[in-house]
Every structure is written in structure tokens, then in C-alpha cells.
């Protein structure tokens, strides 16, 4: 084979490439003429449509010219006699002289069709150019109503007398002092402008213009369209837009489904649509022509470039077709096959390059193959993991996908079945109160992309509370959170140890509050029970020695031995604190320990005018307790009421009542008894009823209250594995629970 040099090489490459930017040259210039052509037409199309808008702007206009000129019109004013139509004659002499008037107008304008004179009371016809009209009433129309302020024009409307499409123009008639006298009503026929808008419009064989009304109705109808005008529905796109009050040009099927080059434009005064349109197909043989010059041109350069490109395809392109074979082997899988070095130097480097490329390509196979192998195998194995971990996990594992949508759960709840909830909303999942919140977690790790950690709260069937801590993970797929998997553990059995532990942290801080403050007690009531027990003797000596008249010092005496058995009961209720007295039980009603008590506080109660209500049931079962502290607890309970009641209502109320009621219920199949102590006094603050069982805490006066009652009621009640909790509201009263069980688990060495 000849070896050609550099040079003739080049030389060939160059011509081939000047060959086809050539053609490419000519068929931009194709379509820049397609493109000027339908652009000058579209030019042409605009500016008959604005010629033909004016014509019908002209035209409207000249009707109200005529409506305002006939209105205004001494000799109209003159000749309205009242009222014309009540007359017998044919025509009198005023009426012959305003319908000469209205003749010779008519005459001017000759597609004016008729002139009338509608009364004012009545909206009559009492005269008129045309016979046909006479005492037709038109109250209702709306160019008879708006005539009576101003010129109004109407919408095109449809003639009886005439029997064609007519446009009507009305204007008030006045005398010089301004009163109505009349409407004027001038119809005018839209022959006239038919002929008007479909003359000259120069645009070839198939160009018209048309009109249509606000219902798509022709008001004028195209050259090629036979029949009535106001009896057809024109439909199209140009139509369309036009009524929709838009202006522009497009290509689109006319109402005879002909494709066309249409500008439609919108009248907004008669509210008319003006289309001005042209057929493709003529529009096509315009562009054809002008392309027939160029295409024999095109034609002639390519039959020059094919005998000059056909050797140079046999000697370049042959070895080119053997490395794309040898391409679509290896796209194929087959990496075997290479090119064969053959034809020009740049070819021979070129099949060499290729063949390297393609032993790389093979080696990356393999490895893209081992490596896919290994990822699959991987991924079967983690798909497998996660199966197992979501089947036998004790969580509940859902993965949710951008629109809320559970997309996989592992296991049913609340007795809907998996397949059931897959497709759902997980936030129909959540409990009501808990929605909001858990939507807005959700759409918060969608939005950042960052898992959080949050508590929700579930209600069993049972009516039992569980907790749940959640987590939300989201899944990144090119930088975005594509799902989130959602992982809730329910912590209930925590939550309660934990509350537990709370309370059993209160208990044992309370423990040891009372065992130093009973250390200390019994310390200082041992130190002062002797020195009191001889200042109350002491006092009884002189009171016993003093003479009869010795009134004063006898008081005083009296006094001294009052304070110091006060301070002795203070001893004595610090000795009892202290000691933490293990008396023995026995079982006994609470309506009996009640009763003992009733008996030692109800004069008490008496005295101070207050109300005892007892509500107790005959069926209260025997518990295990000391009856001596329980006793002793209510006492307390019931004398911190009267002290309430007496501070709200220093006389008597009718709401001075305590209220003491006795209930058995049972909690964890547990029986429990449960007494109630509620007054309507002044109720506890709320800043102080944390502090209301601390020992020596009063809100009385100290020298009326030690401050220990409820502290020791609180240590007996616990001692007795009960509780004692309480209500209160300020200005409205208090509520003591006293709850104990039934069997407190105690033996006979307790």
C-alpha cells in the first residue's frame, strides 16, 4: 500500500472537513430561512391584525358617534311628543319629521339597520326607522338600563326583525334641564363589517381574518365559510387564548382542523376575538421554494465530496472499523480479541494504544469482578445479619421512607399483623398526645440528617402505661437522608425501678432525718424531764400553801403548772419520736379504732361549732396494726382540721364540716383500707407542702404546735407498710388519705 506522507494526509482530512462544516453551513442557512420566513409572515399577520383592529375600533366608534349625535339632537329633543305609540295615526306630522331624521342618518351610515326611542317608564319601543319594532318592550335589557346614564354599547347580539347579528349602542335622550326623556337605541348590522374586516388583507390564497363573540360564536365568517353568523361554534387554540384576553401568534389546528399560522388578539370594548390566520400548507410551499435553490447546491457539493471521500474512507476508516469491532468484542465480554496494526502511522499507534487499553480494560475485569463477588457475598451476609437481628430483637424496628411510610417492621403490635401496617403512616403508630411530636422528630432527621434520641409514652389495652426510648437513624444515599430506621426499647420495667429507687431514696433520707432528729430528742428530754417534773411540783407546793386571799399568786401558780405540763407533753411526745416503740399488735377494725377516737375529740370538735360527718360501712374487714398509733394518727389528722376550720371560720358556717369516710379497695390483689379525712378550711400553701411531714415543721404558732404530729403519724403509717398522702388547695381545704393494708405481712414477733 502507497504510504502517503504528513502533508497529503493533512491535506485529505482538511478537504473532508471543509466538505461537511460546508454542509453544515447550508443546513443552518435552511433553517435560518425557515425561521425568517415564518418570522415575516407572522410580521405581516400582526400588522393586518392591528390594520383590522383599527377598522373595528373605527367602526364602533362611528356607532356611538351616532348614538351620542341622535341623543344630543335638538331636533330629536324637539320632536319626542308624549308618548308617540298612544297614538292612532299611521304617523303624525313630528313623527314624519323624526323619521325623515333618522332616514337621513341611516342614509349616512348605511350599516346603521334601525333607530329607536325606548320611554323611560316603561322601556317601550314608541318609535323607530323600523315598523318592526313598535312597542316591543325592552325593560330588561341591559342597554336600556345603562343607556339611562351614559353611552353604552352591548354585546353582539342576535335580531329578530333583521334576523342577523346586530350590535347595539344606547345613550340617554335629555332636555336642557337634564330630565330623561328617552333611550336613543341604535342597532347596527354586521354586514358591514364582515366585508370590512375580510377586505385586503393580502395574504396569499388561505389567509382570512374572522371574528368571534365571548362565546365563541362567528360574529364574522371566514371567506371560505358558508352560513349564518351567530349559528356556528368556532373551536381552537387561537380562539381559546383570544378569549382568555391574550394576544399572540402560534401554529395550531383551525376550527376546520387545518393547521395554521394564526395571531389572535382580544377586544376587550365589544369583547370580540380577532383571528388572523394563514394555512401551514401554504406558508410550507413559500419556505419549499426558497429551499429548492439551495438543496441543488447542497446536492452538487455532496456528489463532488463523495468521489473525494471514498478512497479516503477505504484507506483511513478500514483499520478504524477493525478497532471498533474489536470494541464491541470487549463490550460484549469478549476480551480476547485486538486490533491488528494496519494503515497510516498514526492508525498503527492508534491499534497499539487500543490493544493496551484493552489488556488494562481485561485486568480491570477480573478485579471488578472478584471485587463484586466479594461486596455481593458481604452483602448477603449483612442482609442476613440484620434479618436475624430485627426477627429476634425484643425492639421494635420499623424503617420509615421520606413520606412518613413504613417500609419494614419486624414484628406485629397491637394486634396488626406486619403486612398490615407496611404502606401506613408510622405516625398513626404513636399515641394521640404523642404524634405532633413524633412527626416532627422524624421530619427533623430527614431534615439534618442527624439521629436523635427521644422518650414516648404507649397506653396498653389494660390501661397500663409503657415507655419507650426511641432512636432514629437516618440512611445517607449521596449525601441525603433517604429513610430512617427507628429502634424503640421499652424501658417500663426501668422507669419504675428508677421511680422506685426515687422513692425508696425519700424514704431512707426521711429514715435518717428521723433517727438523728429522735437521737437528739430523747438526749434533750431526758436532760429537762426532771427539772420540769420539780418546777410542776414546785408550783403545786405554793399553790397548796398560799393563803385564801392570796388570789393573785395563786393564778400565777396556776400558770406555772399549766406551762410546765405543756412542756412535759412536748417531752413526751419527743420520748415517744425517740423511742420508735415497738408495741405489739392485734387485729382490729378501723371502725372501732375510729369510734375510740370520735369519743376523746368529738366535745372538742363540739365546742368549736364544727360538723363530724362519719361515713362508715358495715363490711370493713380486720387488719393487723397497733390500734394505740393509728389512734394516735387520726387524732392528729382530725385536730390539724379543727385548727384549719377555726382559722377560716372563727364562728359558726354551715360549710364547718370534717368529713371522715372509711373504704376497702384492692390494688395488686391486695386488699387495703383507705381513711379519709377532708375539712374545707384554709387549705396548705402550695410553698410549704413539701416541708409539711419534716419533724418540728409547723405553720402555727410554736407555742400551739410542736411541729412533730405529722412527722410521727408519717414514721407510724410507714411503720405499718401504708402511706399517708394528702390534697390541698388554698382557700378551699385538705384531704388526708390514710391508706393501710389489710395484711401488712406481720408476724408475732413484729
Known amino acids: 500500500m502507497k504510504k502517503y506522507s504528513f502533508r497529503q494526509r493533512q491535506q485529505l482530512i482538511l478537504f473532508l472537513l471543509a466538505v461537511v462544516s460546508s454542509t453544515i453551513f447550508l443546513v443552518i442557512f435552511l433553517r435560518m430561512s425557515h425561521s425568517y420566513i415564518t418570522q415575516q409572515m407572522t410580521s405581516r399577520m400582526n400588522t393586518v391584525a392591528e390594520l383590522k383592529i383599527n377598522q373595528v375600533e373605527q367602526w364602533l366608534d362611528q356607532g356611538r358617534e351616532v348614538a351620542q349625535l341622535v341623543s344630543t339632537s335638538h331636533s330629536t329633543i324637539e320632536h319626542i311628543p308624549p308618548p308617540l305609540y298612544l297614538q292612532d295615526e299611521a304617523y303624525t306630522t313630528e313623527e314624519a319629521k323624526l323619521l325623515t331624521e333618522f332616514r337621513a342618518i341611516e342614509a349616512v351610515y348605511p350599516y346603521i339597520s334601525s333607530i329607536s326611542l325606548l320611554s323611560v317608564d316603561e322601556g317601550k319601543i314608541f318609535f323607530s326607522s323600523d315598523p318592526k319594532l313598535f312597542n316591543r318592550v325592552r325593560k330588561n335589557e341591559a342597554y336600556f338600563l345603562a343607556g339611562q346614564q351614559d353611552v353604552y354599547m352591548s354585546q353582539i347580539l342576535y335580531s329578530v326583525s333583521s334576523e342577523a347579528p346586530i350590535l347595539t349602542i344606547s345613550a340617554p335622550a335629555r332636555d336642557e334641564e337634564g330630565k330623561l326623556l328617552a333611550v336613543v337605541v341604535v342597532e347596527m348590522a354586521l354586514e358591514d363589517l364582515a366585508a370590512t374586516i375580510n377586505r385586503s388583507i393580502g395574504l396569499g390564497e388561505t389567509g382570512k381574518v374572522y371574528l368571534v363573540d365571548a362565546y365563541g360564536f362567528y360574529i364574522t365568517l371566514p371567506t371560505n365559510i358558508q352560513g349564518n353568523p351567530l349559528s356556528t361554534i368556532a373551536k381552537s387554540e387561537g380562539i381559546r387564548h383570544a378569549l382568555s384576553g391574550l394576544n399572540g401568534t402560534d401554529i395550531y389546528a383551525n376550527p376546520q382542523g387545518l393547521k395554521v399560522l394564526g395571531s389572535y388578539h382580544w377586544l376587550p370594548g365589544p369583547g370580540l376575538g380577532l383571528l388572523v390566520e394563514i394555512e401551514e400548507a401554504e406558508l410550507y410551499q413559500q419556505i419549499e421554494r426558497a429551499w429548492s435553490g439551495i438543496i441543488i447546491l447542497i446536492l452538487s457539493i455532496l456528489m463532488l465530496s463523495l468521489g473525494a471521500s471514498y478512497w479516503l474512507i477505504k484507506w483511513l476508516v478500514a483499520p478504524l472499523e477493525k478497532i471498533a469491532e474489536v470494541a464491541g468484542a470487549i463490550q460484549t465480554g469478549d476480551y480476547d480479541m485486538r486490533a491488528e496494526g494496519e494503515g497510516p502511522d498514526e492508525i498503527i499507534q492508534l491499534s497499539v494504544t487500543f490493544n493496551e487499553m484493552a489488556d488494562s480494560v481485561q485486568l480491570s475485569h477480573d478485579k471488578l469482578e472478584q471485587l463484586v463477588d466479594e461486596r455481593t457475598h458481604e452483602l ?274 354551715p360549710d364547718k364540716i370534717v368529713t371522715v369516710m372509711v373504704r376497702s379497695f384492692e390494688k395488686d390483689g391486695q386488699g387495703w383500707l383507705r381513711t379519709t379525712v377532708e375539712d374545707h378550711g384554709v387549705g396548705i400553701p402550695a410553698e410549704i407542702r413539701e416541708r409539711i411531714f419534716d419533724p418540728f415543721y409547723t405553720s402555727k404558732d410554736r407555742a400551739l404546735s410542736t411541729g412533730l404530729g405529722l412527722s410521727i403519724s408519717l414514721g407510724i403509717i410507714q411503720d405499718h407498710h401504708g402511706k399517708l398522702t394528702f390534697e390541698s388547695e388554698e382557700g378551699k381545704g385538705t384531704r388526708f388519705f390514710l391508706d393501710l393494708p389489710v395484711d401488712n405481712g406481720w408476724n408475732s414477733e413484729d
Open 380 to 653: 448477603r451476609e449483612s442482609e442476613e445479619k440484620i434479618r436475624s437481628i430485627s426477627e429476634n430483637s425484643s425492639d421494635l424496628i420499623i424503617l420509615v421512607e421520606q413520606d412518613l411510610k413504613i417500609k419494614f417492621i419486624n414484628r406485629s403490635i397491637r394486634g396488626l399483623k406486619t403486612e398490615d401496617m407496611i404502606g401506613t403512616s408510622v405516625i398513626d403508630l404513636a399515641p394521640n398526645d404523642f404524634r405532633k411530636d413524633t412527626k416532627d422528630q422524624f421530619q427533623k432527621v430527614f431534615r439534618t440528617g442527624k439521629t436523635t434520641n427521644f422518650q414516648s409514652e404507649s397506653q396498653t389495652g389494660e390501661g397500663e402505661i409503657q415507655y419507650f426510648d426511641v432512636r432514629l437513624s437516618p440512611i445517607i444515599l449521596d449525601g441525603k437522608p433517604v429513610s430512617v430506621i427507628s429502634s424503640s426499647s421499652d424501658i417500663t420495667e426501668r422507669m419504675r425501678a428508677e421511680e422506685e429507687k426515687r422513692q425508696m431514696e425519700i424514704h431512707l433520707r426521711q429514715g435518717q432525718k428521723l433517727e438523728s432528729i429522735g437521737t437528739l430528742a430523747s438526749g434533750v428530754a431526758h436532760e429537762i424531764n426532771n427539772p420540769i417534773m420539780g418546777a410542776m411540783n414546785y408550783a403545786q407546793l405554793i399553790s397548796q400553801r398560799l393563803e385564801p386571799e392570796q388570789k393573785q399568786l395563786r393564778e400565777y401558780a396556776g400558770e406555772i403548772r399549766y406551762e410546765t405540763e405543756r412542756v412535759a407533753e412536748i417531752v413526751r411526745n419527743l420520748l415517744a419520736f425517740a423511742r420508735e416503740e415497738k408495741k405489739t399488735h392485734s387485729p382490729a377494725r378501723m371502725d372501732d379504732i375510729l369510734n375510740r377516737t370520735l369519743t376523746l375529740i368529738r366535745t372538742v370538735i363540739k365546742r368549736d361549732q364544727i360538723r363530724l360527718e362519719v361515713d362508715l360501712p358495715d363490711d370493713l374487714p380486720t387488719i393487723k396494726c397497733r390500734s394505740q398509733q393509728i389512734q394516735q394518727v387520726l387524732m392528729n389528722l382530725l385536730t390539724n382540721a379543727r385548727d384549719a376550720l377555726n382559722a377560716r371560720y372563727p364562728e359558726y358556717d
